[in-house]
């Protein structure tokens, strides 16, 4: 009987789901294990032993099935892979470049909420045909139309509005079809300037299922810092032939060789109720007030989010020159402004944010921002609060609160 204890025990270590369900079976084990020897029922142990050992496996088995089946019914159902958008130049798995390698750059940058993503480079070569300068077609990928698909793409455009922006789709067996029901060939969600420069829009397209009846186009641009849809766009749908569909996103016609367009998460969406929403694809809380700064060009600089809008002040920080670069101003009174104090500052890694007593009793909410305006923490007003920064990048961050009565300051940290 040792040697079946010592061959079950060590059957079970080896095939437990688990280290914690392991050692909580040997400990089940042990509490009852003189109580079987005194009966002399070892197979009845070990039956009871196995059994239990199976009910365990099985009530954690289901418990991960089901945790795999939500996770897969709330992840995206994007049907392009962007894995292979890495650093680098030129077309890879799934994109086909438009235009030569050096108008197709792969790199690091911020997205529309400030965070670091792979974008993807339009270029204008400057050359006199000026087609082709920059973007990208994807593979095909299978469709049932059906059902109608939503396509996007995050677009900016910097420097001029010299050339166009396209958006467009593609259908095999002739089956990109207008509203009407007449075909088009080449196809075109969007064609032109994006509303303003130097800010990032989410373009939003559908390709409605065969039998789609109606003529409204729905598709739309929206304005990455608002949230808000700043222009519709074109619809389109399939024919009953159509089993594959094409994403391509450009920018053409551009002679203008300081010109950039930016693209980022090309996405095409099956809409059968899994799919994302419009404001999951924004990722901006559209409840809070933004305030905007500008430069004198009209450049977006900064965009300040408050989750109270009753609190939220249009003229949160006056922009911070590049002369200067001293600490944004505030909109309120200097003898509030001095109740908040940060120290040390500059620092390597701990704040502490000293609030006094006057200003603690009207401030409504606490921000840390980083350079690009991304909303890194909300902060609970108190009279100290200490702030770790040593896991954060070097750079410059922002303090920025909210007063009751629509004013607001901003302080600025140094991080070493």
Known sequence: MFFKFYFLANFLKINSLSTPHNKMLIIFKKKFNSYFFIKKSFYSFDTLFINLKINIIMKVTLFYTIVLLTTYSLASQNLLDLSSWNIGQGSVAGFSKQGGDSGNIRELGRNHIGKEVVLWKAVPSGAASHNGDGGFNTSYVNINN??????SVWIKKTNSNYGATYFGFRANSSGSLKLDGTYKGNAYFFAGDLPKLNRWYLLVAYVHKSSH?????????????TGLKVRTITDYKTKNTATRLQHRAYLYYDKNTLDRQYFYEPRIDKIDGNESTIDEL???NKGSKIILTYDTAGNQTQNFYCDDPATCSPTAAKTETAETKEEIESTIDDIVDNHLNIYPNPTSGLITLSIGATLLKSISTIGLYNANSLLIKTIKPDSKVKIDLSNMPSGVYFIHSHVNGGKSITKKIIKN
């Open 146 to 151: 059906n059902y109608t698909y939503r396509f």
């Open 213 to 225: 009846t109606g003529t409204a186009n729905t598709g739309g641009i929206y304005d990455g810092t």
């Open 282 to 284: 924004l990722k901006i």
